[in-house]
């Protein structure tokens, strides 16, 4: 049986838990402000982000991505990406390619791309993923973390 208190009585609560909230995102936005958060759609439980893709073979998909930072989750709403795969990501809204920061540091091949937290448009508050599925970068991750990571 699990200890719930600790030593002095008090009520023990995990430390992923307290900070949970803020590893779960909001709202994101492409270049032209549209929130791309889905109304329809949850992942992990959490309403996720929708993305349309396309692929080198000219197939065409919708992919909702889970909001919550570091988790791999995705369901496709229409197509399908195997694992290895490199898609383009556009905002299902405008149909613009999302912004793209760099090659992934990790696979060499995916291009990482950015989701804006907010209106101002900051790549330093930002949401980014890399275009490979599988890649260990191709959960979101706070674009602060790997433009630290890229040396940019
Ligand atoms: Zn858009
Ligand atoms: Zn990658």
Request: hydrophobic share 35%.
């Amino acid at each position: 049986m699990s200890e719930i208190f600790d030593t002095e009585g008090k009520l023990k609560i995990p430390a992923k838990e307290l900070n949970r909230e803020e590893l779960i995102v909001k709202e994101v936005y492409c270049p032209e402000g549209h929130n791309l958060i889905s109304k329809e759609h949850k992942v992990s439980d959490h309403p996720g982000i929708e993305l349309a893709f396309r692929k080198k073979n000219g197939e065409e998909g919708i992919v909702v991505l889970s909001p919550i930072l570091g988790d791999f989750n995705a369901v496709f709403l229409r197509g399908k990406v195997d694992d290895g795969e490199v898609v383009k990501f556009r905002c299902p809204v405008c149909d613009r390619e999302l912004p793209v920061l760099s090659t992934c540091n990790i696979c060499g091949e995916g291009k990482i791309y950015v989701l804006f937290l907010d209106k101002t448009f900051s790549f330093n508050n930002a949401i980014t993923f890399c275009s490979k599925k599988g890649c260990s970068n191709s959960s979101i991750r706070r674009s602060d973390a790997i433009i630290t990571a890229l040396g940019l």
